[in-house]
T-cell receptor
Framework: NAGVTQTPKFRVLKTGQSMTLLCAQD?????MYWYRQDPGMGLRLIHY???????AKGEVPDGYNVSRLKKQNFLLGLESAAPSQTSVYFC?????????????FGPGTRLTVT | EDQVTQSPEALRLQEGESSSLNCSYT??????LFWYRQDPGKGPEFLFT???AGEEKEKERLKATLTKKESFLHITAPKPEDSATYLC?????????????FGPGTRLSVLP
């Protein structure tokens, strides 16, 4: 199992450009999450999904959109990138049952907006 | 507002020197407290989940405990490979139980 994978690993954007980050998991998890991690601030939840076709806002959703068309994939979109969106983005997934809410994280995407 | 703080911000230990990391939280309806380990350039790796005050979990040299207001991660006789940033997170009842609030982490360095 590959676990949680993220594409791309690095990206540099100019202000106003758009891009999509892809997260894929092969563990058949129901729940998926997008976080951003900034120095000294900890991980902050952007959006999450509790199942295929569902999405919801987290703590810092402004400037981002998400889609979960397939259970294994969770996409994070930036329509018009801003320097404040420079960050490291992590995707995570989890499932119910005995290990409910133990989150598995991807390796991250480092995004720089100039 | 739900908040998680961690102390110290950074900790340097000699190999074999035991110590504890603190995670303090203020949340509306705790639904679990989590500890993660994060190595540089990588995603967090799950360590423990604690659900109720008095609960303890152990894994190798690590032991996590939980009270009503804080959690401790005790590291016994650490080794250099324990060097990492340790993150604490809480799950709250907001957003249908999908709200996870992370602390800023404690950066641990274990010197040989």
């Amino acid at each position: 199992n590959a676990g949680v994978t993220q594409t791309p690993k690095f990206r540099v954007l100019k202000t106003g450009q758009s891009m999509t980050l892809l997260c894929a998991q092969d563990m058949n998890h129901e729940y998926m999450y997008w976080y951003r991690q900034d120095p000294g601030m900890g991980l902050r939840l952007i959006h999450y999904s509790v199942g295929e076709g569902t999405t919801a806002k987290g703590e810092v959703p402004d400037g981002y959109n998400v889609s979960r068309l397939k259970k294994q994939n969770f996409l994070l979109g930036l329509e018009s990138a801003a320097p404040s969106q420079t960050s490291v983005y992590f995707c995570a997934s989890t499932n119910g049952g005995a290990k409910i809410y133990e989150q598995y994280f991807g390796p991250g995407t480092r995004l720089t907006v100039t | 507002e739900d908040q998680v703080t961690q102390s110290p911000e950074a900790l340097r230990l000699q190999e074999g020197e035991s110590s504890s990391l603190n995670c303090s939280y203020t949340v509306s309806g705790l639904r679990g407290l989590f500890w993660y380990r994060q190595d540089p350039g990588k995603g967090p790796e799950f360590l423990f989940t604690l659900y109720s005050a008095g609960e303890e979990k152990e894994k190798e040299r690590l032991k996590a405990t939980l009270t009503k207001k804080e959690s401790f991660l005790h590291i016994t006789a650490p080794k250099p490979e324990d060097s990492a940033t340790y993150l604490c997170a809480v799950r709250t009842r907001d957003n249908y139980g999908q709200n996870f609030v992370f602390g800023p982490g404690t950066r641990l360095s274990v010197l040989p």
